[in-house]
């Protein structure tokens, strides 16, 4: 059964059919939230949703496109509408489409910043209201947004240029949120993981892909679930201490 920690909170979760989305979404059940699992594949979040509920939680299902601004604000209406409240915004949607930038389809670069970026924006422009009422009138008299940034939003390298320029743009859109949120109890927190073994190595085209695997070659990833209990932490916090930054690598990556 889940614990206590977050009993009679709900957690939007993005990305969560997949990654570090789909493990935090279930830990963060795990410490007594309902989760609202957000994401574009309804078989995998689905499937989510029965292993949540078989261990004792509570999870709503909700398919979105979040690139599209009036689908993001529907996302957070439709929480409302059947659960009431929202107290914990994680926005773990993501995709790194990296490459030569001459030979890189212009589309790339436009998906990477409608979902990395624009959807990120979409969701927590929606969600804020919510949050700030959220935070008043919980018994732990806080909320919280933990937005997934990377250790590209620290450091630009080469043939990630417009990956780059989307996880700068999280990392310090929410230091700014931060800031503006902090006196009414609205916590935002960045985490910025190195080299994760999710699926964003192989959304790559065949050159990248194999400059990472060559790259990445000897060193031991992090897996989803270390993100996610860094989420954890965040969240679990009691009011008084904020986390606004965690940096993850794997201890092999320099």
């Not at 499937?47 to 993001?72: S, Y």
């Amino acid at each position: 059964m889940p614990t206590a920690t977050l009993s009679s909170t709900v957690a939007l979760v993005t990305g969560a059919s997949s990654g570090i989305g789909h493990a935090t979404a279930r830990r963060l059940s795990t410490e007594g939230a309902t989760v609202v699992l957000v994401a574009r594949r309804q078989d995998r979040i689905d499937a989510l949703a029965k292993e949540i509920t078989a261990q004792g939680g509570r999870a709503v299902v909700l398919t979105a496109d979040l690139t599209d601004a009036e689908a993001a604000a529907g996302v957070v209406a439709t929480t409302i509408d059947r659960l009431g409240r929202v107290d914990t915004l994680v926005n773990a949607a993501g995709v790194m489409l990296n490459g030569d930038s001459v030979d890189s389809p212009l589309r790339d670069w436009q998906q990477m910043v409608d979902i990395n970026l624009n959807g990120l924006l979409y969701v927590t422009k929606a969600a804020l209201p919510h949050l700030i009422k959220g935070a008043a009138t919980s018994p732990r008299n806080v909320a919280d947004v933990v937005n997934i940034s990377s250790t590209a939003g620290r450091t630009a390298i080469p043939t990630a240029a417009v990956y780059n320029a989307t996880k700068f743009g999280v990392t310090a859109a929410t230091e700014a949120w931060r800031q503006e949120y902090a006196r009414r109890n609205v916590r935002f927190s960045v985490v910025e993981p190195g080299a994760t073994e999710t699926e964003l190595f192989g959304h790559q085209r065949p050159a990248a892909r194999s400059r990472l695997a060559a790259k990445f070659s000897d060193v031991e990833l992090l897996t989803p679930d270390d993100v996610a209990e860094s989420v954890s932490y965040i969240v679990t916090s009691p009011r008084h201490r904020a986390i606004a930054e965690i940096v993850i690598r794997p201890t092999d990556q320099v």
